[in-house]
C-alpha cells in the first residue's frame, strides 16, 4: 500500500500555522493543484463539476496521536471523531471549488492546504453521492469554539 | 508515503461485481469496520456523528487506467472526473451511516465496499465542512444511465 505523487497542491500557505481549519472557513483563499503530465489524460470531464475533492498526503506531520484538541473545541477528542493532521495515515481530503482547469493545473478556492503538498487523488464531488445537509455532526454541533485558523499545536510526534 | 492498514473492512460483497457503486445506492446494506485494539483510543466521541467518511485501499484493483467507462455513464471519461477504482492511488472514500460503535467495530449502513477491505482511516462526516447540495456535478448531471451495481469492467490490469 505505497502512494505516489500524482501532483503538488500550491497555496498561499507556508505553515502550519494560520492555515484555514476546513475550505469552508477560507472561501476566498485560492490555490493551483498541479497534476504532473503523466496524469493530466485523466482530468478530462472534471471541469463540469463545481467542487473535487483533493486527497493529499500530510507531508509535514509528524507522529500519530489517538487523543487530540481539535481545533474547534476546548476538550480532548477521539483523533478519528476529528479531522486533526497526526494520523496513522496522513490523508488528507478537501471538498475545494473548482474555478478552472488549464494544462494541467487546477485553479481552485477554498483551499485549506500547505503550500507543497502532495497530491494522491483528485474525485468529482458529486452532491448525489456526497452531500448530507442534514447529517448530525456530535461535538462539533454544540462546541462554541470557532476558531478558522490553525495554530501550531499538531506539531511535532 | 506507505500507508499502514488500521483495520478491516467486513461487508456482504465478495466479489467486484454487484457492489453498490456508492454509498447511497444501498442504504439498507450493512457492514462492520473492525478497528485494531492498538487504534481503538482514537474512536471516542465518534459516536454522536451521524456518519463517518471511510477512507480505504482497493487492494483487489490492478492497473491504473486514465480514462474509464464508468458505471454510471455510458461514454468515456477521465479517470478524475469518476469515482472509478483502477487510479493511481487506489484510496477510495465512502460516506457511511454509524449505527452503533461497540468493542473497536463500527456497525454502519450504507456501505459499498469488498469484504475485507483494509482500512486507513475513519474521518467524521461534518455537514458543515462536507455538505454542498447544490454542487453541479458535471456529467452526472445528464447521465441518464441509473445504474446502482457494479459489474466487472474494472477487473484486470
Known amino acids: 500500500m505505497q502512494t505516489v505523487s500524482i501532483g503538488v497542491i500550491h497555496s498561499p500557505f507556508k505553515d502550519a500555522s494560520g492555515v484555514p481549519i476546513q475550505a469552508v472557513f ?3 483563499a485560492q490555490g493551483e493543484v498541479e497534476v504532473f503530465p503523466e496524469y493530466r489524460q485523466g482530468l478530462q470531464d472534471l471541469e463540469g463539476f463545481e467542487r473535487v475533492w483533493l486527497i493529499y498526503w500530510f507531508d509535514r506531520q509528524e507522529g500519530v496521536r489517538l487523543r487530540v484538541r481539535p481545533f474547534r ?3 480532548e477528542r477521539g483523533l478519528f471523531a476529528t479531522r486533526a493532521p497526526c494520523r496513522p495515515n496522513p490523508i488528507g481530503i478537501s471538498p475545494v471549488r473548482l474555478l478552472r482547469l488549464e494544462d494541467g493545473r487546477l485553479y481552485v478556492a477554498g483551499i485549506d492546504v500547505l503550500d507543497g503538498t502532495p497530491l494522491l487523488d483528485i474525485k468529482p464531488y458529486c452532491r448525489q453521492f456526497d452531500a448530507f445537509p442534514e447529517s448530525r ?3 462539533l454541533e454544540t ?6 485558523r490553525s495554530d501550531n499545536r499538531f506539531a511535532g510526534p
Request: charged share 35%.
Open 143 to 148: 462546541s462554541e469554539n470557532t476558531r478558522t
Open 137 to 139: 455532526s456530535g461535538w
Open 26 to 28: 477560507a472561501p476566498q
Open 73 to 75: 473545541d476546548d476538550r
